[in-house]
């Protein structure tokens, strides 16, 4: 066992100097493997930027060589003749949508479950628990009939609402702990204050899960604008294609038809909104993961 | 079923009788107002509604049909036992892509959370040796970057990295030739039965590492500093410190991260779907849900595909209890050696 050792012995100092030589080579260390995972991570989108500037012909050349002139109609390309700007569209209504309505519905399920008894109540959680666990593929099949039963297979509402469904057990798990938090006081004050349940619950609780909601809510974002098997499978219709969906078919087909410089133009134009949105709420998603994943 | 449990006033509730309870039950009696009768109508019915319709019915349907032979657009449909189980258990591409799954489900979580938790580490605890405990130089910056993939949707992930994997245009072989190594000039990483696997669980870990980092930053920053004063000054090592505080104090964490990323690696659908939509060179990297997916969609038998489903789902609930078991077992123990 090492002794703490006073400053002036010089057997401390010549300990102190060693120590730091081994924080120099320890540290050295951590960034070369740090620097090369992040140049892992950084550089294909960089490749991805430079040959979306590019000709086929070029990006077929070499994966390097710097375009002869800069093409930004590789752009314009991928905005019209893919369609990105059309399912760009369609992505921000369904998902926009879906995620106004699971935050509502997911918070006022939550709230009821966390601050009321009734019969029942255990039921529903455990239920709502339970589509947390199982995956997708299991019920995909099913979930096609049904949709196609009530009319909306195919349809944005149909996949707006299918996505709601899968989202709301995310939301009421989470919300659920999180009302919990909320102390008793405020409740009984608006009650006494003659505040009905409805008001109540949008003009005092609600406000309150403010912090709580937004986590969430950025989570569901994220998730529903990267879901693919559910509009893959439920949204066939190329008419109402998604931003995800319409990647993968443009993808194969540029196969054939080989407009490489629009394929990469388009990847960029869908990466570069979520990641601004990633930037601007980067930390509160980092506070997020550790509030939200650990009880 | 749920609504109109809501608005039963009687006294019963499944908890014990505790006080508070009663009150709360009395009062409520009292309050059966139309504002709280609606209130709780609206505020459970809806969502639960929305879920009934559009995952339990399915989960139970599914259940059903699994049983059946049903084609889907027939309206005759026989209940054929479980002959499509024992079909499936025979059928040669299935029990492929189940290997291939299981395969994934060990390599995928190894290898990206031991990468994940040494990145946390090191930014949360790689700094000086000397002085408070504190990470490197930078920390912010490495943490965003690696964190950065999980807001990449995970197709266009997968397809940034099947143009890297090109074998003629694509980025690696580029990087390779150019520093020398001509013998992978137009190697198909995608299209060889031994390099696909890897390199297609490569794409995974990238686009996980950065999130499960984020968790052990998380996770790591929550304990408490004096544990740390004192493994030092009792000389533990950063390397002794990390394995043998860190690890045992966030191994719950840890747990719930190999489930998430098992069930991850069990489905991989969107990532394999992008490599190799045809299930990659001799069903190599082909797994259980593209298998699904084709039955179902493509050749429309319902039926076989949605026991196919089952069997995912059962596999699935298998790795989330032997993760668990494991974690009990291991952490049994290192409670006894310390105890």
Redesign the interface.
């Known amino acids: 066992?090492?002794a703490?050792a006073t400053e002036k012995t010089p057997a401390a100092a010549e300990r102190?100097a060693l120590?730091?030589g081994?924080?120099i080579a320890?540290?050295a260390t951590?960034?070369l493997?740090?620097v090369v995972?992040?140049v892992?991570?950084?550089?294909?989108?960089c490749?991805?930027v430079l040959?979306s500037f590019k000709t086929t012909k070029e990006?077929?050349?070499?994966?390097?060589s710097l375009p002869a002139r800069w093409r930004f109609e590789n752009y314009a390309h991928a905005w019209t003749d893919a369609g990105i700007g059309r399912f760009f569209l369609n992505t921000v209504l369904v998902v926009g949508s879906a995620l106004v309505i699971v935050m509502l519905?997911?918070a006022?399920?939550a709230?009821?479950?966390a601050r009321?008894?009734?019969?029942?109540?255990?039921?529903?959680y455990v239920?709502?628990l339970g589509?947390l666990?199982?995956?997708?593929?299991?019920?995909?099949?099913?979930?096609?009939?049904?949709l196609k039963d009530i009319g909306l297979l195919n349809t944005l509402p149909g996949l707006s609402?299918?996505y709601?469904?899968?989202a709301?057990?995310f939301t009421?798990f989470f919300l659920y702990a999180f009302f919990k938090t909320l102390p008793d006081d405020v409740y009984e004050a608006a009650m006494i204050d003659g505040a009905?349940?409805?008001r109540t619950?949008f003009q005092i609780m609600l406000p309150m899960a403010g912090p709580g909601m937004a986590g969430v809510a950025i989570f569901n974002f994220?998730g529903l604008?990267?879901q693919?098997?559910l509009p893959?499978?439920l949204n066939t219709n190329p008419d109402h294609y998604v931003?995800?969906q319409q990647?993968?078919s443009f993808?194969?087909q540029a196969g054939y038809a080989v407009d490489?410089g629009a394929?990469?133009a388009a990847?960029v134009m869908?990466?570069v909104p979520?990641?601004i949105?990633?930037?601007i709420f980067?930390r509160r998603?980092?506070g997020s993961?550790?509030t939200g994943?650990?009880r | 079923m749920s609504t109109a449990s809501t608005t039963s006033s009687s006294g019963r509730s499944g908890g014990p009788p505790r006080a508070t309870v009663r009150r709360r039950l009395a009062r409520w009696r009292a309050r059966l107002t139309f504002d709280r009768v609606s209130f709780m109508l609206v505020f459970l019915g809806l969502p639960v509604a929305i879920f009934v319709v559009f995952v339990l019915i399915p989960v139970c349907e599914a259940l059903f049909y699994s049983l059946t032979d049903w084609t889907g657009f027939s309206s005759t449909m026989n209940v054929v036992g479980f002959a499509n189980f024992s079909k499936l258990a025979h059928d040669d591409i299935f029990v492929h892509a189940v290997r291939n799954n299981v395969l994934l489900a060990v390599v995928v979580p190894i290898v990206t959370l031991s990468m994940a938790f040494a990145i946390a580490v090191v930014v949360t605890m790689g700094g000086p040796a000397t002085g408070s405990v504190r990470g490197i130089r930078g920390a912010g910056v490495y943490r965003i970057v690696s964190f950065f993939p999980y807001a990449v949707p995970a197709i266009v992930i997968g397809l940034i990295w099947a143009q890297v994997y090109d074998p003629a245009a694509g980025l690696l072989n580029g990087v390779l030739t150019g520093a020398g190594a001509d013998r992978f000039t137009d190697f198909a990483w995608l299209g060889e039965v031994l390099s696909a696997m890897p390199a297609s669980m490569f794409v995974i870990i990238w686009g996980s590492v950065g999130f499960y980092t984020v968790l052990f930053i998380a996770a790591i920053k929550g304990l408490p500093a004096e544990i740390y004063e004192a493994a030092r000054l009792d000389g533990a090592g950063r390397f002794r410190t990390a394995v043998s505080i860190t690890v045992p104090l966030i191994r719950d964490n840890v747990q719930t991260a190999y489930i998430y990323l098992g069930i991850l690696a069990l489905d991989a659908f969107v990532f394999m779907q992008a490599l190799n939509p045809g299930g990659g060179p001799d069903n190599s990297t082909l797994t259980m849900s593209q298998y699904l997916f084709t039955t179902a969609f493509r050749k429309g038998q319902f039926g076989y595909a949605t026991a196919m489903g089952v069997v995912l789902a059962i596999i699935t609930l298998l790795f989330a209890t032997i993760v668990f078991l494991v974690n009990y077992l291991t952490g049994g123990r290192e409670r006894r050696i310390h105890g």
């Open positions: 066992m090492t703490i102190r120590r730091s081994g924080d320890v540290e951590s960034h493997l740090l995972w992040s892992i991570v950084v550089v294909p989108f490749w991805v040959s990006i077929l050349h070499s994966p390097f519905l997911g006022m399920c709230y009821v479950l009321f008894e009734f019969p029942g109540r255990r039921l529903i239920l709502m589509g666990t199982f995956p997708i593929f299991l019920v995909i099949v099913p979930l096609f009939f049904v609402l299918t709601v469904a899968y709301l057990p009421v009905g349940e409805w619950f994220l604008w990267n693919f098997l893959v499978a931003l995800t990647m993968a993808a194969s490489f394929l990469f990847v869908t990466v979520v990641l949105v990633y930037l980067q998603l980092a993961v550790a994943t650990f």
